[in-house]
């Protein structure tokens, strides 16, 4: 069983920063790959970001390309969201997951253990 939860949501301007993090349990933290989503109200969850589990690959949605970063420390069992140039369109509940061996075949489903989410809310 792995344990996600995630922090540093809030509100914040457009254009402005934020960063999440998601403390995660397991000692095999470092053979999960890992991954951001997100849910706006009415709408179906998305992913956002994914990187490898020893960190050399990520994936992001083309709608944060070039304005969020993934990353991780495998010794602190953390991955983090790096947000910048928010958008009032960025507004959602993002939520870590991660997803263990044997991986998913795509970069942007197949998670196998989610956290229960962080507020984020951008204001024009």
């Known amino acids: 069983q792995v344990q996600l939860v995630e922090s540093g949501g809030g509100l914040v301007q457009a254009g402005g920063s934020l960063r999440l993090s998601c403390a995660a349990s397991?000692?095999?933290?470092?053979?999960?790959?890992m991954g951001w989503f997100r849910q706006a109200p009415g709408t179906d969850r998305e992913a956002v970001a994914r990187?490898?589990?020893?960190?050399?690959?990520?994936y992001y949605a083309d709608s944060v390309k070039g304005r969020f970063t993934i990353s991780r420390d495998n010794a602190k069992n953390m991955v983090s969201l790096q947000m910048n140039s928010l958008k009032p369109e960025d507004t959602a509940v993002y939520y870590c997951?991660?997803?263990?061996?044997?991986?998913?075949?795509?970069?942007?489903?197949?998670?196998?253990?989610w956290g229960k989410g962080t507020l984020v809310t951008v204001s024009s």
């Open positions: 997951a991660a997803d263990i061996p044997p991986y998913s075949t795509t970069w942007y489903d197949g998670m196998d253990y």
């Open positions: 397991g000692r095999t933290f470092s053979r999960y790959a």
């Open positions: 990187i490898s589990s020893g960190g050399a690959s990520t």
